[in-house]
């Protein structure tokens, strides 16, 4: 082989091998940088396990992604070096490899930062492209330079020599990132959840342990103890067999924050003044943690849900709180917000890469901090337990194996391609961007979803059992709010207050004071708090806030209403439920796209009024809305026309519970949006709280 031919050969396989080798070792390093700034926040939060996950994960995606990244721009160098010969005596090609993956890096960084900001980085429009594609060739002859100079120092000429060695390091380091993932994967859990068994522990003095779940935008009608035909919830309807389970059970707000802080508060939104214009809970208000807190319990919260946080002060009160979902962040990465921000929904990725990157929204991690947690607790004190599972909440990206439970073979496809982002053209604008079909998909992914979440509950349900007696222990299951998929051609929770958001279940046991059964009581979500009370102090509390009653006690004797009501069944107690003020962001992008669209619906308070089988609505602008929602439960026959009786009774109910409010005066404490911190901001653009 001449001496020229012998060059041309280790110039070309120098130019496979450093890219490929620049990809491996710096992915791997800048996965890791990247999971060691996204967790630190999280690492009190965190064991051995969890790190091995989340570096495992972060190292093994961006190690395995640049080395493609690096081995497919290497061989279109080798091509045009080939094409070339001239060029090859200037080429170095560990300074093409190095240059190859900072280009890239910082390319997926300015994007990331980009995309928080700016709308226009999600859709990768071709402005975009043409800027980071401008970006991606400075940087790339700058650390080609850089690298070529370097190569020629006695640092760099030793670095060459023990390439060979990091490769095979890097190469180990990420076959045991694959085996830890490998251990890690997603599965489908038993049917059964074992928590009956367990064995327990001794009752700490001082009263019974309480454990409070929220089920995140869980709706009612898609699980099976609420009459579900599909195998959504096994685990939570074994336990509602043996818990009281409330068919009547309706939130006050619609969506996270408001109808947190009623259940922490037993306040209705307009008493505790939380909305999208003051997402901050004053601590002039007592919440659940701060009233067991002051009766010698320990309190443990763990919340996947940013707004329920000390972001939004809605943690005040707990010894402990943690948000389990900052560590799923840390694992996935920048990368991964691209491929899940920009690929994912936008139809660019096939089910292998929505598999790889398929996770829950915290709930395993939150599950071992629990277990965690309640180990190391004082047993000489009862402990408050409040978790928030996020699963349910949208974007919906449940697991390959719960996914395949639910999603037809033909769909499961589609269903890692759709994007479900077009909220201002399906909801505000009311355009048919979703067919039948793909509406089908969205509400099998959301099905998947609610399995994904009953799994995690029932080890929870484990855990405690094993950490308590279970049957001096409180256990509260409940939701904040529903999900619209679809329904009244709306997408996620806002812009009204139907029983997709406000019927919500309620799960309660506790052996002591409440039998297994069904009860057909109107019941709220201002009673949380007043039942937990009374299971602790053995009777209705007397210096609770708020007009919520526990469900341990006879319901009171409603007063006479002014004027008999016009059907028997309009008896018994009412439930409010409130939409004070809307998140405009969607709104906005609507009018962005078409300047006509009328805001006013979208923009109206609204106010729902619950009496036995009948609802009444209305709305700021001047709306009404009546709906027998037992005959009719998808509220699509209003009958405000013909029956004004019973619309008008429920319209005087409506008065006479304001009329018995005291109304949220602000008082000067944080909560404005403009004010928020940036990790919050961040959290909300990921949730579709904002663009």
Sequence with gaps: MTRSAESRETTIRGLFFQPLLAGLVCGLAWGWLQALRLARSSFHLMDLRQFADVFSYAGMIHGLLWMVHGLFFGGLAALLLLALPRLRRTVCSGALGLGLFVAGAFTLQVWAITAEHMPLAWGIQPLWLAGMAACWLVLLAAGYAVFSLFAQTLA????????????????????????VQWAERPRLLPDTAAWEEAGGAAPAPGGPNVVLVVL????????????????????????????????????????TMPSHASMFTGLYPSEHGTSWNHIWLDDRFNTMAEVLGERGYQTFGLSNNIVVSPHTNLAQGFDRFGVPQAIVNARGTYLEKFLNGVLYPAGRVGTWLGRITGQDQGAKQTNRIAARWLAGRDRERPFFLFVNYLEPHDPFRPTGPHRRLFVDPADLRDSYRLNWD??????????????????????DTYDAETRLTDDRLGQLLEIVAAESDLDRTLVIITSDHGENLGDHHLLRHGWCVYDTLAHLPLIIRYPSRVSPGRSGEMTQTVDLLPTVLDAIDGG??????????????????????EVEPPLPELTGRTA????????????????????????????SAIFGVRQGPWKYITYEDGRRELFNVEEDRGELNNLVADSPDVADHLARQLDRWRAGLVPYQAGGDAGDLAETDEEMLSRLRELGYMQ
């Design 422 to 443: 077009a909220i201002a053209e399906f909801a505000i604008m009311k355009a048919d961007v979703y067919s039948e079909a793909e509406l089908a998909i969205l509400n």
């Design 216 to 255: 995140d935008t869980q709706r009612i009608d898609r699980l099976g103890c609420y009459g579900y035909e599909r195998p959504t919830t096994p685990r939570l309807d074994r336990f509602a067999d043996d818990a009281m389970v409330y068919d009547r059970y309706i939130s006050t707000a619609v969506w």
């Design 156 to 179: 760099g000429r030793l670095v060459a020599r023990a390439e060979r060695w990091a490769f095979a390091a890097a190469v180990l380091l990420l076959v045991v990132s694959l085996g």
């Design 540 to 561: 209705p509390p007397t210096a609770v806030a708020g007009s919520g009653r526990s469900l341990f006690s006879p319901p009171p004797t409603p007063p006479e209403d």
């Design 576 to 603: 409010v439920i409130e939409y004070n003020a809307p998140n405009r962001t969607h709104i906005n992008a609507a009018q962005e796209k078409q300047l006509r669209v009328d805001r006013t619906p979208f923009e």
